[in-house]
């Protein structure tokens, strides 16, 4: 398949759009008419063909424009991309799952070919061809982890496994939604986690733990999370809260339709067969309210699922400020029929 990619941005001029076909991909994250924080993990298996689901890496319209705003948040900020040393070797695992998964999703676009240590690496959409020797860093332009990272949509954690927990030892982290790679970096599963509500009195993250740690290689699994924008920005970072936070009081009635996105992170967790590492990777959706909509159930389903959410998981994901906003807009498209369950179109 031949992917045609779009020239847009995630900043300044905001002039990311979402293809007809885009929405109808769009991994809505819902599958009832209420929402209460879970685990809700699955085995990440190929999918329904068109879907996000197809691949174990997705790489869609957006690609081209998606890696240009890295490159551009990395310029101003070296330090969203970080590893501790003893996490090169699961760099070197992330190069070979990466590059397996897109070159043979995606033959049309990226091309490698393997003879022993000695690789070759062609991403036609970057202009990329790159020969190499696998698992030696000098013949990389960086890191193992950044090279690839710098060429795949998503963010990416690399977890170390050590005394009974999980520890975020490495990353490739500039889409994130509120949070900080250069804050997070070293910390074990439950101090990355504290400050979600709900969930810790419910027992989900020493369950979730347990679960990772026997995560085998060769069965990965995902996960939905999702939240707000205020707009189409990428780079929701707390370094450049400055820059962002303001928008969030932008929200009118007059505007929440087009301003206003639903960003989903479709997640996924891959067992490394070298490092025996996890890599965890984040990969970032936005859909803004017109999208929404223009699917009657996600409408509707969107619609109860803001009214009804509970006020500390509101707060937590940013939603306070214009949450009856959007309720009061998306309550017009929300007839009162029952839903389907699941997350995909009626």
């Known amino acids: 398949m031949v992917l045609a990619f779009k020239r847009e941005t995630f900043r300044d001029d905001y002039t990311f759009r979402n293809s007809p076909e885009a929405v109808r991909r769009f991994p809505f994250p819902f599958d009832a008419d209420t929402y209460m924080y879970s685990v809700n993990i699955e085995p990440h298996v190929a999918g329904r063909k068109g879907s996000v689901f197809e691949h174990p890496i997705d790489i869609d319209e957006h690609y081209v424009s998606e890696m240009r705003d890295r490159a551009l948040v990395l310029k101003n900020d070296p330090l969203r991309c970080q590893t501790l040393p003893h996490m090169d070797l699961a760099g070197w695992d992330l190069v070979e799952l990466l590059m397996v998964s897109m070159s043979e999703a995606y033959p049309e676009h990226f091309l490698l070919e393997r003879n022993g ?126 820059k962002w936070g303001y928008e969030r009081a932008l929200i009118t009635p007059e505007n929440v339709s087009e301003r206003l996105h639903l960003r989903v992170e479709l997640q996924a967790l891959w067992r490394l067969p070298r490092s025996n590492a996890v890599v965890f990777s984040i990969r970032c959706y936005l859909a803004s309210m017109n999208d929404i909509v223009s699917v009657p159930k996600w409408g509707r389903r969107l619609h109860r699922v803001l009214r009804d959410v509970h006020p500390a998981l509101a707060e937590y994901k940013g939603l306070t400020r214009y949450r009856q906003t959007a309720v009061d807009f998306l309550s017009k498209y929300d007839d009162g029929q029952e839903t389907s369950p699941g997350i995909w179109p009626d």
């Open 117 to 242: 240590n000695d690789w070759h690496w062609v991403n036609r959409p970057l202009g990329i061809d790159d020969r190499f020797t696998f698992g030696v860093t000098s013949t990389l332009p960086y890191g193992p982890m950044e090279y690839i990272t710098r060429q795949c949509q998503g963010d990416f954690c690399l977890l170390d496994q050590r005394d009974g927990n999980l520890w975020v030892d490495a990353g490739m982290v500039t889409t994130q939604a509120d949070w900080s790679m250069d804050f997070d970096l070293g910390m074990n599963f439950f101090e990355w986690h504290a400050p979600v509500p709900l969930a810790h009195e419910k027992g989900v993250f020493e369950r979730a733990l347990k679960f990772l740690m026997q995560l085998r290689q060769g069965h990965p699994v995902r996960r939905f999370n999702w939240t707000m924008s205020s707009t189409p920005r990428l780079d929701t970072s707390p370094e450049n809260y400055h």
